[in-house]
T-cell receptor, first 115, second 114 residues
Framework: AQSVTQLGSHVSVSEGALVLLRCNYS??????LFWYVQYPNQGLQLLLK??????LVKGINGFEAEFKKSETSFHLTKPSAHMSDAAEYFC?????????????FGQGTILTVHP | NAGVTQTPKFQVLKTGQSMTLQCAQD?????MSWYRQDPGMGLRLIHY???????DQGEVPNGYNVSRSTTEDFPLRLLSAAPSQTSVYFC?????????????FGAGSRLTVL
């Protein structure tokens, strides 16, 4: 079984500041990890994923995340926030291999970007 | 390329009424799933399907039925709506192989049960 905990339901940053959204997971098997973003009144879209291989994963819109097995973490970062990054972000996990569309999601973190 | 299409986008029901949320995908994906999104709880899996004629329960299946008669369609039925089913519902699909774990989501269906 898998679970995900996102630390902080709301994160607020200034435009140009570092974005750090925290995600810790629990999995009894080697995990596949994902970050999805949801803009207001829209569905979720994939930002990035980790399956195997390189632990630092780059995604769209300048975001990246690092898989740290020893810390069971998959934190999402972006060096410089933009107003358009304001959205809700979800971390998700599945056991390694085919998930058949079954992901376990975290509670979500709402990112606010101030001018 | 439409992707995943959900209808209706908004629906208001009275307690005890039934309805069907429609979901269709045009990507020939094998796997389809329904999630509900509630504030502070993220997305929770209701039901999923690994192919036509094959469905299974997720984390929160009570009060919902599904069927999958074709690869493209995966409707979600509420048998007797309850206020606890007020939520935003998302349908998702994914293909086999290397894309099996990357979900494509619909835009969502917002349901209010009075």
């Amino acid at each position: 079984a898998q679970s995900v905990t996102q630390l902080g339901s709301h994160v607020s940053v200034s435009e140009g500041a570092l974005v750090l959204l925290r995600c810790n997971y629990s999995s009894s098997v080697p995990p596949y990890l994902f970050w999805y973003v949801q803009y207001p009144n829209q569905g979720l879209q994939l930002l990035l994923k980790y399956t195997t291989g390189a632990t630092l994963v780059k995604g769209i819109n300048g975001f990246e995340a690092e898989f740290k097995k020893s810390e069971t973490s998959f934190h999402l970062t972006k060096p410089s926030a933009h107003m358009s990054d304001a959205a809700e972000y979800f971390c998700a996990v599945t056991g390694g291999g085919t998930s058949y569309g079954k992901l376990t999601f975290g509670q979500g973190t709402i990112l606010t970007v101030h001018p | 390329n439409a992707g995943v299409t959900q209808t209706p986008k908004f629906q208001v029901l009275k307690t005890g009424q039934s309805m069907t949320l429609q979901c269709a995908q045009d990507m020939n994906h094998e796997y389809m799933s329904w999630y509900r999104q509630d504030p502070g709880m993220g997305l929770r899996l209701i039901h999923y399907s690994v192919g036509a004629g094959i469905t299974d329960q997720g984390e929160v299946p009570n009060g919902y039925n599904v069927s999958r008669s074709t690869t493209e369609d995966f409707p979600l039925r509420l048998l007797s709506a309850a206020p606890s089913q007020t939520s935003v519902y998302f349908c998702a699909s994914s293909g086999a192989g290397s894309g099996a774990n990357v979900l494509t989501f619909g835009a969502g269906s917002r349901l209010t049960v009075l």
